[in-house]
T-cell receptor
Framework: NAGVTQTPKFQVLKTGQSMTLQCAQD?????MYWYRQDPGMGLRLIYY???????DKGEVPNGYNVSRLNKREFSLRLESAAPSQTSVYFC??????????????FGPGTRLTVT | AQSVTQLGSHVSVSEGALVLLRCNYSSSVPPYLFWYVQYPNQGLQLLLKYTSAATLVKGINGFEAEFKKSETSFHLTKPSAHMSDAAEYFCAVREEDNFNKFYFGSGTKLNVKP
């Protein structure tokens, strides 16, 4: 049981390049999330997916796109990277429903630097 | 939208001393609240969560938190700090009407001195 896995662990991009961050979970969770973590700002939600086939914007969606490929996988794409997107990106998953609260399970993170 | 405020971005205690990390939330109804811990270069792990079943919540590693509605607070405590408690701690609240939205505080880095 690997939990939530993310690839890659580290990435350096030049401004304007594109890339996709991959995330997979093996806990059969319905909900998946992408966050970015910046010093002194905690975690901010970029996008989330409440179920396979649905995605919704979070607090800071600009410059990102997501795909919920199936129940296990949720990818985050930067189409044209900017230095402001230098951050640590975390994927998370959770059970969902009003009967909660269901805690989130986090991946190990991807450290992205855009030069 | 909900919000969470963590007072003190850095807290330093001596080994064996009381740990107190502060969290205040904004909500018109009793919310769902969480504390997570992040060790260096790792993801976040759940310490404990408030579900309205009890105001004093016990978590892992000897941590506990008390929900105080009158103060809109959910402070995290541990009676005796260990060196292994050095990490960053985040308080989070779940959105009232969207159970998929969580708001995190800015985090408190705990340093434990020998």
């Amino acid at each position: 049981n690997a939990g939530v896995t993310q690839t890659p662990k580290f990435q350096v991009l030049k401004t304007g390049q594109s890339m996709t961050l991959q995330c997979a979970q093996d806990m059969n969770h319905n909900s998946m999330y992408w966050y970015r973590q910046d010093p002194g700002m905690g975690l901010r939600l970029i996008y989330y997916s409440a179920s396979e086939g649905t995605t919704d914007k979070g607090e800071v969606p600009n410059g990102y796109n997501v795909s919920r490929l199936n129940k296990r996988e949720f990818s985050l794409r930067l189409e044209s990277a900017a230095p402001s997107q230098t951050s640590v990106y975390f994927c998370a998953s959770s059970d969902s429903g009003l009967a909660g609260p269901y805690e989130q399970y986090f991946g190990p993170g991807t450290r992205l630097t855009v030069t | 939208a909900q919000s969470v405020t963590q007072l003190g971005s850095h807290v330093s205690v001596s080994e064996g001393a009381l740990v107190l990390l502060r969290c205040n939330y904004s909500s018109s109804v009793p919310p769902y609240l969480f504390w997570y811990v992040q060790y260096p270069n790792q993801g976040l792990q759940l310490l404990l969560k408030y579900t309205s079943a009890a105001t004093l919540v016990k978590g892992i590693n000897g941590f506990e938190a008390e929900f105080k509605k009158s103060e809109t607070s959910f402070h995290l405590t541990k009676p005796s700090a260990h060196m292994s408690d050095a990490a960053e701690y985040f308080c989070a609240v779940r959105e009232e009407d969207n159970f998929n939205k969580f708001y995190f505080g800015s985090g408190t880095k705990l340093n434990v001195k020998p």
